[in-house]
């Protein structure tokens, strides 16, 4: 049958076609024997051949429909070889026949449907139309499919095939395999989270695809596997990790996944888990960047809305104030997260005391980033309540003087410094209640410097040590029982110790660039001083010496 002879070929397939016209011939018996050949022949150079092998191949499939006993085991082998066949004619003829065998097979066919999907996935991204359609109608009818590892459906072998087309280079296919993992975590989860471990990597390593279609379903896939407790700490752990390892996938990619996490998982669910994590983060580099992008999607996201009004009843609701301890110990890797964080809780004194806290060696340019950046976001309706609270200086008097120290921060030729300003400017001098505690509306009067609140700001109270705060707008509670439960003394501590481990790690990367630049240098020096000495040994003894008179003359 694969012999190239055309005129044998032809013999060949016009003895078949008389025999099967034979009624007292089983023809379907023999096929499994002769299949393969006639598939050969589809991609002949010879039309008359491939027209014959098509006419021939038809009545088969023909009489399998009317069959009641066909061996589709064998032949659908021979499908699934065949639908790799670089003959587009080839190939949509060998899907048609696995479309028609999917209908027809039944549990013959459950053995072998690894091996079919492994045939059909790739061609759902082929370039020739017709064979997309049939494909993505076989897809169909597989998943359709409810066999069950009882009625021998093997699991792992169709996982196999879906992790191995995840890396296929046709957005289509790699989608398709994706969508299998999520109805086989559907229907057999037990089954597929036997073997998380062999995919698991894969879809990791997805979620740096190019497709952003490719990358929300490999979510939905890593949200279906969270949902279990174990796993929903493992998923996070190696995400961390998958960060760590490529910040490209954090810059590019990041804030998508994150945001989709928040949606699929529950947002204060996934910030309490980052937050643990990060807080004993060794890389304190990465675990800066990390909670500066987490602080960023928590400041702009409307996915984390709930999230950002649970933090604003952070010292009135004892949920709230959970959520900001939690979250307050890892966020202490970043100045400005901190700050963010406070005035989210409108904590604004202990956001002023931070702000008190920094040093010189805090202030650079990353920090000035994203300071500008909170000065912008503070200008968007996520902070509404805050620049309405400054309808009320005498009772916001913090959030005034957090304000001002962001600003006293700030370069004054840069735009951030000019648009805080412009919004202090707009503050009123007065209360529009009438009161101030503790200060009468006769003090509030402008300075030489200008500002109308140097009064205000000079009356606010300095804390003792070990004392609790008392923010603004809760003045009548008893300073004895703490704000709400929040010890801020001891906040104030944890952020002034990571700062100091910070400022420790940058004294050590500074030496260890300077060490290395040094060795570089004098590397360098003695190769140069290597390589001049041959020229030196080449010269005469005297050669340093000028010239005398009678080598002139001579």
Not at 224 to 234: E, L, Q, V, Y
Request: hydrophobic content about 40%.
């Amino acid at each position: 049958m694969n012999v190239l002879n055309p005129y044998v070929r032809q013999f060949l397939v016009g003895w078949i076609t008389v025999l099967d016209s034979v009624p007292d011939i089983d023809m379907l018996g023999f096929l499994p024997d002769f299949l393969d050949g006639l598939f050969n022949m589809l991609s002949d150079s010879s039309h008359e051949i491939r027209q014959q092998a098509d006419s021939a191949l038809s009545e088969f499939l023909q009489e399998i429909k009317n069959s009641p006993s066909v061996d589709y085991g064998r032949m659908a082998e021979i499908l699934v070889l065949r639908a790799s066949s670089t003959d587009e004619f080839t190939r949509l003829t060998s899907i048609t026949w696995m479309n028609e065998f999917v209908k027809l097979g039944g549990d013959q066919l459950v053995p072998y449907y690894a091996d079919i999907l492994g045939a059909i996935l790739p061609c759902i991204s082929d370039k020739e139309e017709k064979i997309r359609v049939v494909a993505r109608e076989t897809n169909e009818e597989l998943r359709a499919i409810k066999a069950g590892p009882t009625e021998g459906f093997d699991i792992g072998a169709v996982l196999t095939i879906a992790r191995r087309e995840l890396s296929n280079e046709c957005e289509a296919t790699r989608i398709e395999a994706l969508h299998w993992m999520a109805v086989l975590l559907e229907k057999h989860r037990k089954e597929v989270i036997s073997f998380l471990d062999d995919i698991f990597p894969a879809l990791l390593d997805a979620l740096s695809d190019p497709s952003e279609d490719v990358v929300l379903l490999v979510l939905e896939v890593h949200a279906c596997i969270a949902r279990d407790a174990p796993h929903f700490r493992h998923l996070v752990v190696f995400l961390v990790h998958h960060f760590r390892m490529d910040h490209s996938l954090l810059e590019k990619r990041g804030t998508l996944i994150l945001r989709r996490l928040c949606i699929l998982l529950d947002a204060e669910r996934v910030y309490r888990e980052l937050s643990t994590i990060l807080e004993g983060e060794a890389d304190l580099d990465f675990a800066s960047v990390m909670v500066q992008a987490l602080n960023l999607i928590l400041l702009n996201s409307s996915e984390l809305a709930e999230l950002r009004a649970l933090i604003k009843q952070s010292l009135s609701n004892p949920s709230g104030r959970d959520l900001f301890n939690a979250l307050y110990s890892s966020w202490c890797h970043s100045p400005m997260a901190t700050i963010s964080l406070c005035l989210l809780a409108q904590a604004y004194q202990h956001a002023s005391a931070v702000i008190q806290s920094l040093v010189e060696e805090d202030i650079n340019v990353k920090f000035l980033v994203q300071l500008d950046k909170l000065v912008r976001l503070l200008e968007t309706p996520i902070f509404t309540y805050l620049r309405l609270q400054l309808l009320d200086p005498g009772r916001y008097t913090w959030l005034l003087k957090t304000l001002y120290g962001l600003l006293m921060l700030l370069p004054q030729q840069s735009a951030a410094f000019k648009i805080l300003r412009t919004r202090l400017k707009t503050v009123p001098a007065y209360t529009f209640s009438g009161e101030l505690p503790n200060i009468s509306a006769n003090a509030i009067r402008r300075t030489a410097s200008g500002n109308p609140y140097a009064q205000i700001l000079s009356h606010i109270p300095s804390l003792p040590s070990g004392s609790q705060n008392v923010e603004d707008g809760d003045r009548n509670t008893d300073i004895s029982n703490g704000t709400n439960g929040i010890n801020f003394t001891m906040r104030l501590q944890q952020f002034e110790h990571m700062q100091r481990q910070h400022r420790l790690h940058c004294k050590s990367q500074s030496q260890m660039t300077r060490q290395t630049r040094r060795s570089n240098s004098s590397g360098t020096a003695q190769e140069a001083q290597r390589s001049d000495e041959p020229r030196r040994s080449s010269l005469p003894a005297d050669s340093s010496r000028p010239p005398s008179r009678s080598s002139w003359r001579s």
